[in-house]
């Protein structure tokens, strides 16, 4: 729902005129073509001219006036905030002929263009909104690729922590990296430990191979945790 408002003042020689009874006439305008909105007596929407409503005080009846009047195009009316208006405000036949007309053009709304068109919109090669389009896809493809909400995030950190702070043990004869968990005995990852020839080694490790947790992964060594040197 999108609306506009259309604002007037009137006055004459004495100041602000109050009491009138202004009337619109507005007008949709193309680079090839027109149409009457709001107009007698073949308005597209609505085929009379459109009242406008005088500023005034809160007072009932009001008190003071300031010679202020408003008209609210509304998307109900006609109003498209990508389109071009013009207007024409007509004060009453009770002002003089300077006084009594008053025109205007109604722009395109751009920030309703930047923040709140459809992308489809705005896909010309090479601009900024086709790459704001772009990012926002791929965003949501790596998003649901990888599935993480804040727990899944916490969760892999919390792996990381502990590969990062917890026991780790090299086993010379298997040629293997161990990482265990805090308690220092529950196996979180085993690793294939490999020389820069490709040959399982624990001397000029280039790589280390993570393999799946099996049977075969648990702790063998009888030295304790934390601060122990293995015998």
Known sequence: MADIIIGS????ISGPVSGLSPTVRIWEVTGSGHDLVIGSPCGSVQNVDG??????????????????????FTSALGYDPTKTYVVRVDGGASLSSGNRYQVREIPPDTAYQVWSEQTSDHLIAGSTGLALAQTKAETT???????LDTDSVLNVLEVLTKHELGRT?????AKTLTVYD?????VLRVYDL????GTKSVEDVCERVPRSKGAGDTLTFTDTCPGSVPS
């Open 169 to 173: 043990r090299i086993d010379p004869t």
């Open 51 to 72: 009242a406008m409503t005088e500023l005034d005080d809160c007072g009932s009846p009001a008190t003071t006036t300031d010679g202020f009047y408003r008209f609210t």
């Open 182 to 186: 805090e308690d220092c005995t529950t």
């Open 194 to 197: 490999y020389n820069a020839s």
């Open 141 to 147: 493809n790596i998003s649901n690729a990888l599935y």
């Open 9 to 12: 003042f009137f006055s004459n």
